[in-house]
């Protein structure tokens, strides 16, 4: 009996004493970690937003900017919430100034501001003006960001909490946030990561697991109700680009430029032209008989649309745009025989093409949903300008007409520029079809920034995606 006694606290002695040079030899960070990280938020199970995290180094300290795009239904509420935020902060990650632009269930509210010895001080934008705010507050403040990076940077000890002060600029205040170091531990994944929680949420559970180089890999509030997972950044890209041409909420009001002031009868203008900034120096500018574009002095770019002095357009390469893949399926059964169905014996390319781009538009409803095969476009009659984009391609093609599938932005009535999908089909020139909105030719607010539907072609169109603006230069009606 006794000897058993012994072996089991042998035992239990053993698996402690790891466990305790475990939690003494956790990381003390020097920095935090430099670089882009990309989530997806889920509600359920099911995918509801996005964010985006990039720290740069900056002077001394450090760029801590973020983007996200969120839309939340259940246990009572609603929210929808898309955000821009930028803080500078120093080297202990300390709060120097901010910038945070949100749209908040469809309030608009714009804040930005400096830290001083004893306040803070913010200028707030809304709907009922521009005002000026002290926030009095004595010490350092942090960022949101910090809060999952600070623990490690002050040697993170397992079982000891940490009240941190970070400035909540939604609610224009510093809250006091306790901070727990649960432990080390070992993810599914078979990652090293440190196991946090917090009391940012009221009354509900907020964990948190940051790899050893302080990157967060999940948050889980409410028992993994909601939850924040780090996922590669080609996914989050595709994504990213997926969503904002399919309008999604979770990425509408991050995605919408708007124009001020709007366009009057935009279906009615014979040109337009439209000076864009924040396209990266390194994206391509696509030229054609549809529009010119010109890289200006201060970096934005200016589109004009139709060409006003269009470069000759010889035809296609042979094959070129008539080729059946996978998400234009051209040579299928069901493809040809609507094609056959809906041309009867019309042979003139131009109204077939109108004929095509018009049985589209009138016979697939327009909706929200995932980009899906042409196919499966007529199966349910459904579609957002993806679908309709494909299923159009794929008619164009059966039928011998060079086409390609291409996106960019569209002006809508009251909105503002959104992210769209369109074709465009050979008739002596590349001419732009919607058929979504049955327009042969589109019209000149369709800003063309991709050609093509593949990985990489998305992924340099979620680059701009919530960077850019828009100012009208000159339209003539």
Not at 231 to 239: C, F, G, N, R, S
Request: aromatic share 6%; with cysteine; proline share 7%.
């Amino acid at each position: 009996m006794k000897t058993r006694y012994l072996t089991l606290l042998l035992t239990v002695l053993l698996v402690l004493i790891p466990l305790q040079l475990l939690a003494a030899s956790l990381p003390k960070l020097s920095a935090p970690p430099v670089g882009e990280r990309w989530f997806t938020v889920s509600m359920g199970g099911e995918r509801v937003g996005f964010a985006h995290l990039n720290i740069t180094r900056e002077g001394e300290g450090y760029r801590i900017s973020s983007e996200s795009g969120v839309k939340m239904k259940g246990l009572g509420f609603s929210r929808e919430a898309s955000a821009k935020e930028s803080y500078l902060v120093r080297p202990d990650l300390a709060l120097v100034s901010f910038f945070s632009d949100t749209v908040i269930d469809g309030s608009h509210l714009t804040v930005n501001g400096k830290v001083a010895a004893n306040a803070i001080h913010a200028t707030v934008q809304s709907r009922s003006g521009t005002k000026e705010r002290t926030i009095k507050h004595k010490g350092v403040s942090y960022p949101p960001e910090a809060l999952n990076i600070y623990p490690l940077m002050a040697g993170a000890v397992s079982g000891k909490s940490y009240k941190i002060p970070m400035l909540d600029l939604e609610a224009l205040k510093v809250k006091q946030v306790k901070v727990k170091v649960i432990g080390q531990e070992t993810l599914p994944s078979g990652l090293p990561a440190v196991h946090l929680s917090n009391d940012l949420y009221p009354i509900v559970d907020n964990d948190i697991w940051v790899d050893l180089k302080g990157n967060t890999v999940k948050e889980a509030v409410r028992e993994d109700l909601v939850v924040t997972e780090a996922v590669d950044e080609a996914t989050a890209k595709l994504q990213l680009a997926d969503d904002a041409l399919s309008k999604k909420d979770m990425v509408l009001d991050f995605s919408l430029v708007p124009v001020t002031p709007p366009l009057e009868n935009p279906q009615g203008l014979k040109r337009l032209a439209v000076e864009v900034s924040g396209i990266p120096e390194r994206y391509p500018l696509l030229q054609g008989q549809g529009q010119s574009a010109t890289r200006l002095l201060d970096g934005s770019v200016r589109f004009v649309m139709p060409n006003p002095a269009p470069a000759p357009e010889g035809a296609p390469p042979a094959g070129t745009g008539l080729e059946a893949t996978q998400r234009i399926p051209a040579d299928a059964p069901q493809i040809v025989a609507l094609k056959n169905e809906i041309l009867v014996k019309e042979s003139d390319p131009v109204a077939e093409v109108r004929l095509l781009a018009a049985w589209v538009a009138r016979e697939i409803k327009g909706s929200g949903t995932d980009s899906q095969s042409p196919l499966e476009t007529l199966e349910k009659k459904e579609g957002n300008c993806q679908s309709h984009a494909r299923l159009y391609a794929s008619l164009a093609r059966a039928a011998g007409i060079p086409t390609r599938f291409v996106s960019g932005l569209v002006y809508l009535p009251e909105r503002g520029f959104l992210y769209h999908s369109w074709a465009e089909s050979y008739l002596n020139g590349w001419v732009p079809v919607d058929p979504t909105f049955g327009e042969v030719p589109a019209d000149v607010t369709h800003i063309k920034l991709v050609e093509g539907d593949s990985a990489g072609e998305m992924e340099a169109l979620a680059g701009v995606i919530g960077r850019i603006k828009i100012k009208v230069a000159d339209k003539a009606y």
